[in-house]
């Protein structure tokens, strides 16, 4: 795929140092921009025992300014996703104007971090470690630190039988903590966030809650909502809902209407008919407003589709540089049955765009104006001009 500001490269197979550091030579040749303003990699497994290495390789090979990234158990190339194949994802990217910041971050408590050199960011791009950070608690306070301004990435993932992954920050390899890059100037972070999910039945507002569990839900009953609401689904709809329900909570209140794309999805994690009682995978409050949502492949596939159609007429007219791609590891093809789905969508959206991403244990998006860690999503950060 050429493209004058970025260009994505697919090393297949394991360590090769020699090998590696000829094919990020050729791949920083075949890009037409003077310069590189960040250089975003991911990694498969096979590659972990030589981390260090590879970055400094990749820097030197490339003539790479600041290079960010992390582990992962599959690549996104462009418009593939490599979901069995050892290797690494390398981008390049030229972003004109724009003014870019990286730390790491080792605790889930941070201290207000400048953007974009002291003036508001654009965005964050962020990369965290899933098994010794507390993701949501650091979310709730870097909401509360940099109100407004989005978050896209995700939670590394590596070897299932390992409770270690690695964050990469130009020559250091990290196993703890999170890496952020602040995204502003004259680029900014625009991001796209599908849950695969979609509305069913009518908004209610919750009224009591006791921790996890929702006990009323419009002063009645929670279960017996849930039970109206199942019933009144068309024969059809029944079939796919069952076992493919979750809970929605708004992202805002302030709105006249809900729709697609406005609630943070989260488990419906069981339920207590004879007290009426459902629990879920968050703490709700009273006068939360919510909605009973669906997720199944086709669901995922038709929700994606639209969250890229209206991206697509949202950026009509502005400049797209490329992209980064998280993905969950439970989408893929044992989701949706064939390669390539989500990352060929956003192409058939989007593209032809340069874009890199990588399958997580978790991935990083807005809902209204905060971000949330979430679960079974593609979360897509673009570089847009400003």
């Not at 490599?82 to 790491?104: C, I, M, N, T, V």
């Not at 974009?116 to 950070?133: E, I, Q, T, Y």
């Not at 039988?161 to 690695?166: C, D, F, I, P, S």
Request: glycine share 14%.
């Amino acid at each position: 795929m050429r493209h004058p500001h970025a260009i994505v490269g697919h090393w297949k197979g394991g360590w090769d140092g020699p090998g590696i550091q000829r094919w990020a030579a050729s791949l920083r040749s075949r890009l037409d921009a003077p310069a590189i303003s960040i250089g975003i990699l991911f990694a498969t497994r096979g590659l972990a025992a030589h981390g260090t290495e590879l970055l400094e390789t990749l820097r030197i090979a490339a003539r790479i300014p600041l290079l960010v990234g992390c582990s992962t158990a599959a690549v996104v190339v462009n418009g593939q996703e490599h979901e069995s194949d050892e290797g690494l994802s390398l981008a390049l990217y030229h972003l004109p104007g724009a003014l870019l910041e990286a730390r790491h971050f080792e605790d889930d408590t941070p201290e207000p971090a400048a953007g974009a050199r002291a003036g508001k960011s654009g965005g964050w791009l962020v990369f965290a470690d899933p098994f010794h950070m507390d993701g949501e608690r650091w979310l709730k306070r870097w909401n509360e630190l940099h109100p407004g301004e989005p978050i896209v990435g995700g939670l590394a993932s590596g070897d299932p039988e390992v409770r270690k992954t690695q964050l990469f920050l130009d020559g250091d390899v990290h196993e703890t903590g999170l890496v952020a890059v602040s995204v502003g100037g004259a680029v900014r972070l625009e991001p796209v966030v599908s849950q695969g999910c979609t509305p069913i039945g009518d908004t209610w507002t919750v009224t009591k809650t006791d921790r996890n569990h929702i006990l009323t839900i419009g002063n009645r009953p929670a279960y017996s909502v849930l039970v109206e609401t199942f019933n009144g689904l068309s024969r059809e709809d029944q079939a796919r809902t069952q076992g493919n329900l979750f809970v929605g909570f708004a992202g805002s209140e302030y709105r006249d209407e809900f729709r697609r794309g406005d609630f943070l999805v989260r488990h419906l994690l069981g339920v207590d008919p004879e007290h009426g009682v459902l629990a879920v995978g968050a703490v709700p409050r009273a006068g939360q407003t919510l909605q009973f949502q669906r997720r199944d492949a086709a669901t995922a596939s038709e929700d994606l589709a639209w969250v890229l159609a209206r991206t697509r007429e949202r950026l009509a007219g502005k400049p797209v540089f490329g992209g980064v791609l998280a993905i969950c590891l439970g989408r893929g093809e044992r989701l949706f049955g064939s390669r390539h789905h989500d990352a060929a969508l956003v192409q058939e959206q989007l593209g032809p765009l340069p874009i890199t991403g990588f399958f997580g244990n978790g991935e990083i998006g807005p809902v209204g104006e905060r971000s949330f860690v979430h679960g079974y999503t593609a979360a897509l950060g673009l570089f847009v001009g400003t």
